[in-house]
Structure formats: structure tokens, C-alpha cells
């Protein structure tokens, strides 16, 4: 006891020494904050896919509600070194440069939709890859409309884009390539090809999510792996079919009787307005319940819920998510987080879940 005591006695002797010092020379300050740097910037990019790897990164999990812990919208799907970002939602970038993987390597955006949460963090996409050093204009594949889209963002941000070549010169930021040029995608039918190239296949899915019409999913194929991202869509046994053995069915998910009950809530305490959007979005969502259905109809080894309804704060709302989907579902099944990652080596049967920290 008495030992305890005398380091404990010890430590808050060293401690109030400490801040003493921190007080009285401000050197010691920079000197720890030049510390914080060092290790803040030190250390290689995030390597998000080894070469012949197919790899999801869950870069926002959560939707136009305002949630601390989850960005909006935004999956990032690597095949090798290759970057292809699936919707870009509120802070998409700013996960990204959080988690130090090179922006300027995104080859391309795929928007699944026009809805805002899906769009909402393109301006930064498209701002933060170019300062990052790309230097050719970046595709963004979407349904009909995203010309409008993208034409928006590009002539928003174009007084800006102005005054950073002025600041800090052509050279280091090219002028024409800061650009977003949209290619709109568009079928008649279930699928279509938007593009084949390096080893991946990638092809849209056609689903169902009115009034915001075309939605779109994306399947990903690569080194004999496959990922597929449903994008927002009520239960749809067409997506199921699209996405026949895949590997990994990333999946939006709404939890009807919990929304049900922010609903009530909202209502007896008054705020109507918020109110009536929890009776209106379960009609164009897909239950947890029936999603785990579409992943086994689809042979999907792994079902990863994201865009998750409504806001589940802590493990008990997750469990609550889940009610029911152990029933249909027993394994194969996560809860996605904002840097969740899932990796697929290539021509195996392994999946890894981790973090890209
Ligand atoms: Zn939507
Ligand atoms: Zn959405």
C-alpha cells in the first residue's frame, strides 16, 4: 500500500512539473505540437487495396440525417491501386484525408442517384483530389441528369478554383483539370456496362427507388472477385439476381419499427415537419430483414449494411437494427462503420474486415 502510495505520490510530482514547465517556456509547447505534426504527417498513404485485391472502404455510412459519427453516403471501392468512389455524401473527403488515402487516385465517381446526400460532398471531391495532384479532369458516371450536376458544381466553385491557381500557380494546380465531366449512364433493362478496363468489369444495376428516378446499383467484378453496392431501393429480387455471386452486397437498410418509433416521438413532442419525412421514408427503403433476403437470393458471402435508418448510436441501436435478420440470416452479416474496410484478394475465397486505421 505504502509502495502505491510513494508512485502515485511520485507521478503527480512529475505531472504538476511538468505543466510547470509547459507554463513557464512556451517552447516547450511548439516543441510538443512540432511532435503532434511529425507524427500527424509522417508515414506512407493508405493503401486501400493491394495489388489484385478488390477492396470496399466504407467511407460514410450514415444519410441526410445529421449524425457526429457518420459522414454521409460515400463507399470507396479499390481494385489494386485503382480508386473508384461510389456517391459522394457530406465529408466523404474529409474521411478520406483523415485516413491519409490519396485522393488524386480516385479515377472515377459513380453516382447511384440525384439525391443530396449522395451528391452533397462532390464540390470537395472534386476540390480536395485536384489540390491532392490530379491532373486530368475526373469522370463522374451517373444516371441522366448528372450533367446538371456536374455542370452546377463546376460553375459554383469556378471563382475558386480561380483564385488557388492565382495563389499557389498552374504548375502545382493545372487549371483544366480541377473539372468534374459527367458521363451519363444510360438503359433500358436490368444492367448495362458502364465500363471494362485494367481487369474490372464494372456494371450498373438498375433499382428502385421513386421518385428518384433512374437509381442505380454498381457491381464491381475483379480478379475474380466481386462487390456490389445496392445504392438506395426498396426490396428488389432483379438486384439479387444482378448480383449473383458476389463476394460482398453492401446494403442500404431502414429499419421500419424503429423509425416508426421517431416518428411517434416526433409527433407527440410536436415537430410535425420531421415527423411526416419518418412516416414518408420506409416507403422507399429496404427493411434489414428483407435485405439479408436479397443477400442470400444473391449467394453474397457478406452482407454490409450501410446508409442505416434511423441513426444507431451504440451497439443496443444496432442490435435493434438487426431484429429479426439472424432469423434469415444467421452469418455473413455486418454493420457497417465510416472506415470499415473489407478486402478481397484475388482468386480466393477470403474476406478481411478491419479498419483503414
Ligand atoms: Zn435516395
Ligand atoms: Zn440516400
Known sequence: MRRILLIAGAALVVAVVGVFIAIQFPSVDVWMFRRAVHAGVSGPDAVVAKDGELSVLMVGTGTPLPDVN??????????????YLVDAGIDAARNLQLWKVPLNKIDAVLITHLHSDHIGGLA????????????????VYGPPGIERVVAGFNEAYAIDDGYRVK????????PDAVKLVAVPVAFDGKTAPVFDALGLKVTAIRVKHEPANPAYGYRFDYQGRAVTISGDTIYDEDLARAAKGTDVLVHEGLAPELVG??????????????A???????GYHTAPVDAAKIANMAGAKLLVFTHLL????????????LKGVSDVRPDGVKVAHDGMVV???????????????
Open 70 to 83: 457518420r459522414a454521409g453516403p460515400s463507399t470507396l471501392v479499390a481494385a489494386g491501386s485503382h480508386l
Open 167 to 174: 495563389h499557389h500557380g498552374a504548375a502545382m494546380l493545372p
Open 124 to 139: 470537395e471531391i472534386r476540390l480536395q483530389s485536384w489540390v491532392a495532384g490530379r491532373k486530368t479532369p475526373l469522370k
Open 343 to 357: 478486402r478481397l484478394p484475388g482468386h480466393s475465397a477470403d474476406i478481411d474486415v478491419g479498419d483503414i486505421q
Open 261 to 274: 418509433i421517431m416518428h411517434d416521438e416526433l409527433l407527440a413532442a410536436g415537430r410535425t415537419r420531421p
Open 310 to 321: 434511423p441513426i444507431l448510436p451504440n451497439d443496443i441501436a444496432v442490435r435493434a437494427f
Open 276 to 282: 411526416k419525412i419518418m412516416h414518408d421514408i420506409p
